[in-house]
């Protein structure tokens, strides 16, 4: 095996999310016969364009815009079963041809009470809250390492009523004790989820054997990340971040496959640094420079609404992303966002209590004393939206990347320039 190539791609966030992985791995899914979430709930929102309309996705995999692709939810996920019904049957209602939608029977579920311990949890912590999206994701991992939690494969047991109903007490009584919190009755909890996972069932597989026989074959498989390195619970910047293992380094184990069989991954990068929510944010901008980017580049989150932290691109933490994330390439997005600038800034180091540091810290609390050290580059006025190829960028575009790839030391494989599916380019082939 270890001699072997395999038709594997891996897309990862490399900062905080929201970097335009939805976009590059609908990209890819054009060339791909698997697309595969392994991480993650729907508080990952991703909006894709193309033809000129907008989609949005929580928790299906991007590949489901394309017919030719079968798109997996693997078991490092955690699913809310009326979200995914009601997400899929908006999909069948506006999009023609879609895609093929299998999900892992290992996968946790995400329940009504999940959400409501979400809420409680972050209004108890006040102006300490974390900032989560209070759909529950944290909760249902929590019970998961706390092995109280339903796996989807679990529904289909004789014994699943009487197994949850005392889940549900103890549920129950938690919120109650906890946070003085009344939830739904078992019935009605029981019969919703239930109704989901009728219209769901024949979806269930066994996500590892089902990829491991599509890579022997030779298919195509592409790995979507959710939210970014800087957010992944172990190697993120905690405790602000997600509750998963979001980085490449969780693929295997997201989907139940040999990590052996990973090829190649693509860490997505904004051409500038975005942050929702709480912690540390070196390169922040809280000026106009800030604001005019913001808006360029709509940063808006796409289900909450809430305008994004903005600021110049972290290559202290994007090469800390490379090494935590087994990055091989790069991808840059909304490039485009920049034109205007008559200079731009990249921060290739911190000065913190007086000293210079290359590296990132491991508490929030020496991060958010991080300041920027930039290095300055020359900017660009002119469009580059219908850019075709790296020799259509000026100068100073040009420059930007391979002063990226420099610093570094990871080779850029392509760059978007607009929202639109036709607006990426590839500079190098990432699939055999």
Not at 255 to 282: C, E, L, M, N, Q
């Amino acid at each position: 095996m270890e001699n072997e190539k395999y038709n594997t791609l891996v897309i990862v966030g490399s900062q905080w999310g929201d970097e335009g992985k939805g976009k590059i791995t609908d990209y890819f899914a054009q060339v791909t016969n698997v697309v595969v979430r392994f991480s993650g709930g729907d508080n990952a929102g991703h909006q894709i364009n193309f033809n000129g309309e907008k989609h949005k996705v929580r928790i299906i995999p991007s590949g489901i815009f394309n017919r030719n692709v079968i798109n997996v939810i693997g078991n490092g996920c955690v699913v809310n079963l009326k979200q995914l019904v009601d997400e899929y049957e908006l999909i069948n209602q506006t999009v023609g041809d879609r895609g093929t939608l299998l999900i892992s029977n290992r996968t946790q579920i995400v329940m009504p009470y999940h959400i409501q311990i979400d809420e409680a949890q972050e209004e108890a912590k006040g102006a300490k809250k974390i900032g989560t999206t209070k759909r529950g994701i944290g909760p249902t991992y929590q019970d998961k390492v706390s092995r109280i939690g339903i796996r989807l494969g679990d529904l289909a047991l004789p014994n699943f009523k009487e197994k949850f109903q005392s889940i549900y007490e103890y549920q129950k009584d938690y919120l109650k004790k906890m946070y003085n919190k009344e939830i739904d009755s078992f019935e009605d909890i029981y019969n919703e989820l239930m109704d989901c996972y009728k219209k769901i069932a024949f979806m269930v597989i066994d996500c590892g054997e089902f990829l491991e026989s599509a890579i022997k074959e030779g298919k195509k498989i592409l790995f979507e990340g959710a939210q970014g390195a800087m957010l992944d619970i172990d190697h993120g910047t905690y405790p602000y971040v997600t509750s998963s293992n979001c980085s490449a380094s969780n693929v295997a184990l997201g989907s139940g496959i040999s990590f052996k069989y990973i090829d190649t991954v693509v860490g997505v990068v904004k051409a500038y640094s975005t942050r929702v929510g709480a912690g540390g944010f070196p390169t922040e901008l809280l000026d106009e420079v800030g604001d005019g980017i913001r808006e360029r580049g709509n940063e808006y989150g796409s289900n909450t609404k809430r305008p994004r932290r903005v600021g110049w691109i972290d290559l202290v933490a994007l090469k800390y992303a490379i090494r935590s994330s087994a990055i091989d390439k790069l991808f840059i997005t909304l490039l485009d966002v920049l034109s205007g600038l008559d200079e731009i800034k990249l921060c290739t180091k911190y000065l913190i209590n007086g000293r210079e540091t290359s590296t990132m810290p491991a508490t929030s609390e020496e991060f958010e004393k991080c300041e920027p050290i930039y290095t300055i580059t020359p900017g660009w006025k002119e469009d580059i939206t219908s850019a075709k190829s790296f020799s259509d960028l000026p100068d100073a575009a040009k420059n930007y990347i391979k002063l990226i790839e420099k610093i570094c030391e990871t080779n850029v494989a392509g760059f978007s320039v607009g929202p639109d599916r036709k607006q990426t380019v590839l500079l190098e082939n990432l699939f055999e």
